[in-house]
T-cell receptor, first 118, second 108 residues
Framework: QVQLQESGPGLVKPSGTLSLTCGVS?????????WSWVRQPPGKGLEWIGE???????NYNPTLKSRVTISVDKSKNQFSLNLDSVTAADTAVYFC???????????WGRGTLITVSS | QSVLTQPPSASGTPGQRVTISCSGS????????VNWYQQLPGTAPKLLIY???QRPSGVPDRFSGSKSGTSASLAISGLQSEDDADYYC?????????FGTGTKVTVL
């Protein structure tokens, strides 16, 4: 059973960088799956941030592309998210996830609330 | 930013059938598999339907998906109290995943 766990600071200052890591257990990040980040502002819907393959290929949401970097660390079986120049609008629960065929997200982390505030 | 439109709410009594629509376009639903997710309060979404109508192992057959053209639907038959949740459709649009606006299902 694949499990994903987000980790990172829960509070980020405006104009700073949000950094999160997703640890993968019960499976290898070098599998043929892609690995995603999804966020959900409080009381709102889901927004896909981007994805990375085990080889490091990435796709990003165009609305965030200029501020987002997703990377993978095969030695630690984890992948990471960096979001630059954050504002209060970036306050959300951030989920890491695994994509299966057709972009179906079959495994999700529990999510972590990131608050942008001074 | 959602390009997939869902009704904000739906409701039914236990045992009834509820249907949720998801309207998109030729660049997403019209050319990509549709997936559906269920999100209970305070939890991560759960994959309910993939590739338009397939159910992952463990998902009851009360849940069914369909697609026609640029629209998709999720049906819940024999509604149960534990189905009280938010539901989201999703599909590829060019090279990104887009989610629906979400539908809150209330079991009366």
């Amino acid at each position: 059973q694949v499990q994903l766990q987000e980790s990172g600071p829960g509070l980020v200052k405006p104009s700073g960088t949000l950094s999160l890591t997703c640890g993968v257990s019960g499976g290898s990040i070098t599998s043929r799956n892609w690995w995603s980040w999804v966020r959900q502002p409080p009381g709102k819907g889901l927004e896909w941030i981007g994805e990375i393959s085990h080889s490091g290929r990435t796709n990003y949401n165009p609305t965030l592309k200029s501020r987002v970097t997703i990377s993978v660390d095969k030695s630690k079986n984890q992948f990471s998210l960096n979001l630059d120049s954050v504002t209060a609008a970036d306050t959300a629960v951030y989920f890491c996830a695994r994509e299966a065929q057709g972009g179906a997200i079959d495994y999700w982390g529990r999510g972590t609330l990131i608050t942008v505030s001074s | 930013q959602s390009v997939l439109t869902q009704p904000p709410s739906a409701s039914g009594t236990p045992g009834q059938r509820v249907t949720i629509s998801c309207s998109g376009s030729s660049s997403n639903i019209g050319s990509s598999p549709v997936n559906w997710y269920q999100q209970l309060p305070g939890t991560a979404p759960k994959l309910l339907i993939y590739s338009d109508y397939q159910r992952p192992s463990g998902v009851p057959d009360r849940f069914s998906g369909s697609k026609s053209g640029t629209s998709a639907s999720l049906a819940i038959s024999g509604l149960q109290s534990e189905d009280d949740a938010d539901y989201y459709c999703a599909a590829w649009d060019d090279s990104l995943i887009v989610f629906g606006t979400g539908t809150k299902v209330t079991v009366l």
